[in-house]
C-alpha cells in the first residue's frame, strides 16, 4: 500500500467552528508532515512530525493544532479560523526525516467563511 | 535564505517533442532533489528523485543534477497532453538543528502541451 489517504475532502466551517482533518498512511513512513497550499503557490511546510514527536512548527498561529497519536495516524485541528486560511492542506509522508521522499495524500480542500 | 528558482512559464511544447524543466538551487549544501508533477486542484504527485550528479532516467522523464552549477533539470521525451501541469522542484537541504530535514519548493513552471 503506497497510499496516504485524507478525509474530508472538501470541508466548508464557521469562524467559530472546530474541525479536525486527518491523515493515514500504512507504508511504515516515520515522518509525517501538514502543509498549506494556496491557489497557484507552492505547498508551505506547517509541521513535521518524526517519530511520532513534532520536530518543526513553523511558526504557524495556535489556531492550528497537530496531533500525532500513532505512526500511521497525523491529525490536524482546526478552531477560530479566518477567512485567510482557506488553502488546500495537504498530509505527507516519507520513509524518516533524513530519508524525505515525500508522499503526498489527495488534500482538504478547506474553506472558512 | 535558501532559495529554489523556477522560471513560472508558461512552457509551451508540442505533443510529442521533449519538454525541458529547469531549476537552480542557493544552498551548497543541498542533498537531495525532486520533481513533482502538480494538476490542477490535485495533489503532488512525486515523479523523480536524484541524490548524486549525472542522469537518471524513468520511462520519459530524466532529471539530471549538475551539483558544482546548483542545477537540477526535467526532461519529458515524447510529451503528451497529458503531462500539462505544473512541475514543482523541491530541494532538501540539512537541518541547521537536529529537527529533520524540510523540502523547499520552488514556485513551478507550468507546462502546456498542445496536440
Known amino acids: 500500500d503506497t497510499e496516504v489517504t485524507q478525509t474530508p475532502k472538501h470541508l466548508v466551517m464557521g469562524m467559530t467552528n472546530k474541525k479536525s482533518l486527518k491523515c493515514e498512511q500504512h507504508?511504515?513512513?516515520?515522518?509525517m508532515y501538514w502543509y498549506k497550499q494556496k491557489a497557484k503557490k507552492p505547498p508551505e511546510l506547517m509541521f513535521v512530525y518524526s517519530y511520532e514527536k513534532l520536530s518543526i512548527n513553523e511558526s504557524v498561529p495556535s489556531r492550528f493544532s497537530p496531533e500525532c497519536p500513532n505512526s500511521s495516524l497525523l491529525n490536524l485541528h482546526l478552531h477560530a479560523l479566518q477567512p485567510e486560511d482557506s488553502a488546500l492542506y495537504l498530509c505527507?509522508?516519507?520513509?524518516?526525516?533524513?530519508?524525505?521522499?515525500?508522499?503526498f495524500g489527495p488534500g482538504t480542500r478547506l474553506t472558512v467563511l | 535564505q535558501k532559495e529554489v528558482e523556477q522560471n513560472s512559464g508558461p512552457l509551451s511544447v508540442p505533443e510529442g517533442a521533449i519538454a525541458s524543466l529547469n531549476c537552480t538551487y542557493s544552498?551548497?549544501?543541498?542533498?537531495?532533489f525532486f520533481w513533482y508533477r502538480q494538476y490542477s486542484g490535485k495533489s503532488p504527485e512525486l515523479i523523480m528523485s536524484i541524490y548524486s550528479n549525472g542522469d537518471k532516467e524513468d520511462g520519459r522523464f530524466t532529471a539530471q543534477l549538475n551539483k558544482a552549477s546548483q542545477y537540477v533539470s526535467l526532461l519529458i521525451r515524447d510529451s503528451q497532453p497529458s503531462d500539462s501541469a505544473t512541475y514543482l522542484c523541491a530541494v532538501t537541504s540539512p537541518p541547521l538543528t537536529n529537527s529533520g530535514y524540510a523540502l523547499n519548493f520552488g514556485k513551478g513552471t507550468s507546462l502546456l502541451v498542445t496536440p
Open positions: 505527507a509522508s516519507s520513509p524518516s526525516s533524513e530519508y524525505n521522499e515525500q508522499f
Open positions: 544552498d551548497r549544501g543541498s542533498q537531495s
Open positions: 507504508m511504515g513512513h516515520r515522518a
